[in-house]
């Protein structure tokens, strides 16, 4: 047993706004089992409005795909040894990487090496791509916490002590979401169409697909002339260069967007994109984390995925799965239209998005076959063996404590 009477010292380092969410949840659960105890590291604006002390911006580790990181390699470096000389300095009893893999592993292997107990929250897809990558996570973490459920039987083979803890929001949010409760909270006419647009949290994605999604949005207006478009801006640099992208459009298409500025402190602190894709009919989004989020609330979607070129072709040969987006991935089966590199186009994103808004009252057709599909998926993750993630992470700190007795 952990003396509760003692005080933890908890490294977390968070790379982006949904790993921000995981962590500020896990800190509020691990203070409840053990309200001693202050956390450091790198997070966002939930994270630390749960108490952690970020001494590092969470946008400078929001990066993706390789070559686009190679430039930022000497601060990476940087920062890296900077939160490994702090987190000496403060002796802290933990480590837990949310999320970030490529540089949270780094981290968690030097401290591995100093006898400090370290824990990756969020597996990478070292199932679908790289799977020799395996060995270096045996290597860097003594837990690993997995939020999809098949995650757990991959590293069990592997000989690497995972634990199945499911998303939170599968548990917090419920089934068959009502989008009219979605819209009443932003202060849109319920019976307005809505499309969210989500094109990432991260510059490079927003680069990438951003252009796309809002040509798509044009296209859409003129098919369907009464739809309300909406875009969250994850943070004020995002929302910079998102406001750049819609003044490219003409003043028509200006006019059906609203674009939902970010949520910087308190509570709904890093929920924008939850709440425009609550209140969307249908969604159209960056490939990634926000398509969980979206399957978890239900909602129709089409996944469009662009990394600079050189980065897709080092990578497509090491892909194991024939999806890249998390609904079909869990599905086994294409339930969500997934657009990625040379098929993200403004004609296929029109061409997949018009039959979700085919039927207006939503109620029939691909729009209710893919929300179905969805709220089963839903269903299962809610229905599954989850573990306390607090708990298994605490577990750490007892089986070090009973070495040292």
Known sequence: MIDTARVLTIGMVAGELSGDTLGADLIREIKKIHPNVKFIGIGG?????????????????????????????????????????TFEKEKIDLFIGVDAPDFNLRVSKQLKEKNIKTVQYVSPSVWAWRQGRVVGIRAAVDMVLCILPFEVDFYTKHDVNAVFVGHPLARTLPLNHQVADGKRVLGIDVNKTTVGILPGSRSSEVAQVGGILLESAARLLKKFPHLHFMIPAANGARLAQIKDLVAEQTTEVQKAIQILEPEEKGALAGSTGRRVMAASDVVMLASGTAALEALLLGRPMVVVGRVHWLTYLFVRWMIKIPYLSLPNILAGHMVSPEL?????????VVTEMTPLLADQTFSTGAWKTQHDELCSI?????????????????????????AVV
């Open 45 to 85: 604006p939930q994270m630390q409005a749960e108490g952690l002390t970020s001494l590092y911006p969470l946008e400078r580790l929001s990066l993706f795909g390789l070559f686009e990181v190679l430039g930022r390699l000497p601060e990476l470096f940087k920062i890296r040894d900077g939160l490994i000389e």
């Open 340 to 348: 990625i590199q040379s098929r993200a186009t403004v004609d296929n």
């Open 378 to 402: 839903h269903t299962r993750l809610q229905s599954e063996n989850v573990s306390s993630a607090a708990a298994a992470v605490l577990s750490l700190l007892e089986e070090k404590n009973d």
